[in-house]
């Protein structure tokens, strides 16, 4: 069976300081990796995904990820971030296709003036 | 096109009653996945259908159910309501037949049980 560990539950920062959020999986098979992000009250949204290939993957708002095999990490980066990025970011796996989503247990981002 | 919707949005229940959430996906969307979201749990995979079929399931008791009718609209059923049921409820659709299929996510159904 697959996880997925989000090391840090929250992450202040000050506007326009550069972020990351770190995600760690653990799989015996090849797996889909997957960023969301939730704002209140809301559902989740597709920030990023690495299916194949590249490993450095670029989404939506600037951000981008990294997937790393040997450490089994899929951490997200931002260089710059706004008021606007506050919000909670869920790390997922899939092993069938982006079904069956895995989540981890979500980073609170607050970013403050 | 309009978004994946989720009716009821709010849902106040009391132990040991049943409920029904439903969740109208993206037209043309085949497949809807249902979540459960806790502060304790986080979010957790419920069941995915496909044609009317359940295709994927996790790991919940019996008391959890679902269906999807012929036009892809779906409803989970919560029978025996416990406190631990109180959740936020997501819906999720998502195209078939690709290597990959993104799921898009409904506001929700945050059910509370007293």
């Known amino acids: 069976a697959q996880s997925v560990t989000q090391l840090d539950s929250q992450v202040p920062v000050f506007e326009e300081a550069p972020v990351e959020l770190r995600c760690n999986y653990s799989?015996?098979?090849?797996?889909?990796l997957f960023w969301y992000v939730q704002y209140p009250n809301q559902g989740l949204q597709l920030l990023l995904k690495y299916l194949s290939g590249s490993t450095l993957v670029k989404g939506i708002n600037g951000f981008e990820a990294e997937f790393n095999k040997s450490q089994t990490s899929f951490h997200l980066r931002k260089p710059s971030v706004h008021i606007s990025d506050t919000a909670e970011y869920f790390c997922?796996?899939?092993?069938?296709?982006?079904?069956?989503?895995?989540f981890g247990k979500g980073t609170s981002l607050l970013v403050t003036p | 096109k309009a978004g994946v919707t989720q009716t009821p949005r709010y849902l106040i229940k009391t132990r040991g009653q049943q409920v029904t959430l439903s969740c109208s996906p993206i037209?043309?969307?085949?497949?809807v996945s249902w979540y459960q979201q806790t502060p304790g749990q986080g979010l957790q995979f419920l069941f995915e259908?496909?044609?009317?079929?359940?295709?994927n399931k996790g790991n919940f008791p019996g008391r959890f159910s679902g269906r999807q009718f012929s036009n892809s609209r779906s409803e989970m059923n919560v029978s025996t309501l416990e406190l631990g049921d109180s959740a936020l409820y997501l819906c999720a659709s998502s195209l078939v037949g690709q290597q990959y299929n993104e799921q898009f996510f409904g506001p929700g159904t945050r059910l509370t049980v007293l």
């Open positions: 799989s015996s098979v090849s797996v889909y």
């Open positions: 259908y496909f044609s009317e079929t359940q295709r």
């Open positions: 037209s043309g969307h085949r497949s």
């Open positions: 997922a796996v899939s092993l069938n296709s982006g079904y069956a989503l895995n």
